[in-house]
């Protein structure tokens, strides 16, 4: 069983920043890309940032030069440093991953259960 956990959502003032956090654990053979993704009301699920397993990172242009993704391989972990915050980056925030669970298997999508991140004075 894979599971990731988020952490470091909240309230923050416009123009602040947060820190997301991403564990995953459980059966992993290995994860190539993790990446967050982000939903708000009434809205679809859209990628905010993705980094593959050699540290190559992508990001939507809505969020470049604000967001910073990076990742430890050795503990499975992916963070997201979010900088300079907008009311419309209020969203929750899902972690992703692309994971073998074991060799020869997969890889397979999953997700976090979600982190809210509220922007607003």
């Known amino acids: 069983q894979v599971q990731l956990v988020e952490s470091g959502g909240g309230l923050v003032q416009p123009g602040g920043s947060l820190r997301l956090s991403c564990a995953a654990s459980g059966s992993i053979f290995s994860i190539n890309a993790m990446g967050w993704y982000r939903q708000a009301p009434g809205k679809q699920r859209e990628l905010v940032a993705v980094?593959?397993?050699?540290?190559?990172?992508n990001y939507a242009d809505f969020v470049k030069g604000r967001f910073t993704i990076s990742r430890d391989n050795g503990k499975k972990t992916v963070n997201l440093q979010m900088n300079s915050l907008k009311p419309e980056d209020t969203a929750v925030y899902y972690c992703?991953?692309?994971?073998?669970?074991?060799?020869?298997?997969?890889?397979?999508?999953?997700w976090g259960q979600g982190t809210q991140v509220t922007v607003s004075s």
């Open positions: 980094i593959t397993s050699g540290g190559t990172t």
């Open positions: 992703n991953g692309r994971i073998r669970p074991f060799i020869g298997l997969g890889p397979y999508d999953y």
